[in-house]
């Protein structure tokens, strides 16, 4: 990490865009383009002070005014000496600031650089480097709090205790290695198996908490399913309130899924449009309907539309191949089409419909309340949907300190540190010696440790901080 690195640190649009240079040349390089209005150089400036002054990038001609805030190693951001140039957010001064950087001995930062740097030299553990990323993408309060809590280190805090325990009894069973002739026993078993038991307690609760946290991160996933022609990408466009699926009179346009996301209540939900169900002999949009059914089965709630005008006999094919697939979810019945039909055929549709639930989707989450008549062109009834979607989320309120699992990485290592518990477990309840029962301790350990970075690799780090924005 000797070179110094720089990059945009904003996004365009606004009036004023942050250059952010770090490394241990930044004061060198900044200064060959940087004269101060007032006082000293920024060579002999103090850390967390800012200065005003012009930007010259060629010779003694002013390119733009700019304030500087200085910050010294290891007291910044990345820990290295940082310089951050807030100037005018002309693409042009932007674009000049840069290449003079670059040619002045800088390099352009690959994404979420700063932020590893700032790993790599100890300001933060990998956990609490990947808030960061989480915090710049929450669209909503639940998000942001959970997104804020994991930056101030609770999560690490939690892990750290853990994996505390584990060490202590760790070592205590190899140092009866070291004296296995001897008969000796340091580590008592009965305070083991209570240790692995807390353990075994905390880590499920942490890998449970997954659910909610990746819900509340990626928003809640709803399929919007049925027949071909229901209104499926019309009611996506009345969720939406924009004209982001193609709505056509002509059967099998969605031959792909289309996603979309709106928050209401706090919630986030994406909501996904598929293509519609039918028999059909057009490869292209076979494909289509096995992704219905895949995306379908990764939803937790399912949003089944029926067009009111259509006959008994495609009504009933399309449940049979839907419902079953609904097992576990939440589910609403909408009759769509309300506003072109008669009541009597209309009340006769919601009551058949009902039939099919009762009959191909006894293992879904439905009640008979959530079958109600819509129209998705006109809007009607879309208020009452609105509220069976919060209804079913059903995502618990965050609190400030609140520790929730976020991310699949920290959630596969948890799952995998469990696994190891329970071995131990076994290990202990059938009397194995200690050799033995260090190795699933250690591996625990280990997979705790790749949470929070102290176990990792280059590859893993690169995949990490690749999915980072450029200036962070």
Known sequence: MSDTICALATSQGGALNVIRVSGEKAFDIVSRIFVPRRGPGLTERRSHSAVFGDICTSGTEVLDEALLTVMRAPNSYTGEDTIEISCHASPYITQQIMISLLDLGARQAAPGEFTMRAFLNGKMDLSRAEAVADLIASTSKASHRLAINQLKGGFSNELGTLRDKLLRLTSLIELELDFSEEDVEFADRGELMQLCNEVEGVISRLADSFSVGNAVKNGVPVAIVGETNTGKSTLLNALLHEERAIVSDICGTTRDTVEGMMTLSGVTFRFVDTAGVRDTDDVIERIGIERTLEQLRKSSIALWLIDSTAGYGQIEE?????????????????????????????????????????????????????????????????????????????????????????????????????????????????????????????AAIRNLSEIVGEVTSDEVLGNIFANFCIGK
């Open 318 to 442: 399309t449940a049979s191949r839907l419902l079953p697939v609904c097992t576990g979810k939440k589910l609403a019945v909408l009759v769509n089409k309300c506003d072109i039909i008669d009541p009597l055929s209309l009340s006769r549709v919601m009551e058949y419909g009902k039939a099919m639930v009762e009959k191909y989707g006894k293992e879904t989450e439905w009640d008979s309340r959530d079958l109600w008549a819509i129209s998705a062109r006109q809007g009607t009834n879309m208020d009452r949907l609105e509220e069976f979607l919060v209804r079913s989320a059903a995502l618990p309120s965050i609190s400030t300190g609140d520790v929730v699992v976020t991310n699949v990485r920290h959630y596969e290592a948890l799952v995998r540190a469990l696994e190891n518990i329970k071995e131990v477990k076994q290990s202990l309840a059938n009397g194995i010696s200690g050799d033995l029962v260090s190795e699933p301790l250690r």
